[in-house]
């Protein structure tokens, strides 16, 4: 059986620290304990841990467990638990505190190595597409569809197009793996008459050095898809499906 | 934007392609799209779309959905963080939403909900395509090549495919 756990011990310096970080200290000290988030969290019961038992234990203090506790990398902060709860406890930002309490080198590998490898890529590909792969992509399957299209003759798939009204983000995942996948947004656009763009930087529209809780580094990507988009003089930021 | 271009008259769409076919379609709400940034106003258009796009009589919703939707498990980095069988068990709970809809087809507009769901749907054998909007909207304008398909299932692979000319070097 599990011991007690004795108040008159308990630090809660993790607690203090996340109010001070989270708006309005995330209004974890309004927690009622009824339970809404956890009744509606598809992450409840995984590693025997819920939203509601995650706030008691940083409410109790209990700092060592929640600093430890795997189920921080299973809730996706999804923000369902904020949405149920009559008080807008914010336990998706109360994780994320807790990820970022890892040593870094112990946080899950596919997500460190993913967010290396885009913050070392100025496109901030996670697959580490480079700026010249993707414009040679980019532009052979626009030529490939507009000499094979009926009625796409004229189809455009600009790169660094300045003055454009959209500049759009594209996942890795189509230029890398499925480049055809690339087409039916385009045509979409040719065909709405859109006056869009890619940008040749920070064009990836994965973050995963925020996953990470890496805030260095994924401020650092903000920064460049700003300067991106900024530089080119575009005037929204579409961030695709 | 998808719903403004066919208000607008830019993007004109029709459900004929699956006026017969009848395949039935549901929609995975983002939580990145609606609970957490535009709200229920946006799944408002997002259904518009896909009704424009499927037919009205073809569209079947989950439950909850739009803001109170259920996140699928792709999200927060999960898909990356090797915690796979705890992923798909998060998973289950969007996989049993999407079965009880009866609906041939799921629609994803979010990467990252596309391949959670499209393993969930392997994994638990529901075996239901997981396509992306583009996908239809493109297919629904007659306007889809014949290799823009990845994710369609057979029953789509042949229907109104844009004839592609050959080659020329």
């Known amino acids: 059986m599990a011991e007690p756990v004795k108040l008159d011990e308990q630090q809660s310096v993790f607690k203090k620290k996340a109010m001070e970080l989270i708006p309005q200290g995330g209004n974890l000290d309004l927690c009622f304990t009824c339970g809404t988030c956890a009744s509606g ?10 939203p509601r038992k995650f706030l008691r234990m940083v409410l109790l203090g209990m700092d ?15 923000q369902r638990c904020i949405k149920a709860c009559p ?30 490898i885009s913050a070392n890529t100025p496109t901030w590909s996670a697959m580490g597409a480079n700026q010249e792969d993707y414009q040679f992509v980019v532009e052979d399957v626009a ?6 299209h009926p009625g796409f003759e004229e189809l455009q798939a600009p790169i660094d197009k300045e003055g454009a009204v959209f500049c759009l983000n594209q996942n890795s995942r189509e230029p890398v793996t499925e480049p055809d996948e690339m087409i039916p947004l385009w045509k979409i656009l040719h065909t709405v008459g859109a006056d869009w763009t890619y940008p040749s930087s920070a064009w990836a529209g994965e973050n995963y050095c925020m996953f990470l809780a890496d805030d260095d580094a994924w401020r650092r990507m903000c920064e460049d898809v700003v300067k991106a988009v900024d530089g080119l003089g575009c005037k929204y930021w579409l961030n695709t499906e | 934007m998808y719903a403004q271009w066919i208000r607008e008259g830019k993007l004109k769409v029709s459900s004929d392609w699956n006026k017969e076919l009848g395949l039935k379609f549901t929609v995975q709400d983002p939580c990145q799209l609606v609970r957490k940034s535009l709200g229920d106003p946006v799944a408002e258009d997002l259904r518009f779309v896909v009704k424009a ?40 709970t969007k996989f ?20 959670q769901i499209h393993d969930i749907s392997e994994h638990y054998e529901g075996n239901f395509p997981v396509v992306h909007l583009w996908t239809l909207i493109a297919l629904s304008m007659g306007v889809l090549g014949p290799n823009e398909r990845e994710y369609l299932g057979d029953d789509l692979k042949d229907v109104d495919v844009l004839e592609i000319s050959e080659m020329e070097f």
Not at chain 2, 77 to 91: D, K
Request: glycine content about 10%; proline content about 6%; some cysteine.
């Open chain 1, 41 to 50: 969290c598809p992450a409840t019961g995984l590693h025997d841990m819920d």
């Open chain 1, 64 to 78: 060592e467990e929640v600093q430890k506790t795997p189920w921080v990398w299973m809730c996706t902060m999804c």
């Open chain 1, 87 to 116: 008080m807008s406890v914010d336990i998706p930002q109360l994780v994320y505190q807790a990820r970022a309490t890892w040593p870094r080198e112990t946080r899950p590998t596919g997500i460190l190595k993913s967010c290396d």
């Open chain 1, 143 to 148: 030529e490939e569809v507009r000499s094979t």
């Open chain 2, 53 to 92: 796009v499927v037919g009205e009589e073809n569209f079947v919703d989950m439950y909850p959905n739009r803001s109170n939707n259920y996140c699928c498990g792709g999200g927060g980095g999960f898909l990356q963080a090797g915690y796979q069988e705890e992923r798909r068990s998060f998973g289950k």
């Open chain 2, 96 to 115: 049993d939403q999407i079965m009880a809809t009866g609906a041939d087809y799921c629609i994803a507009p979010c990467h990252n909900c596309h391949a």
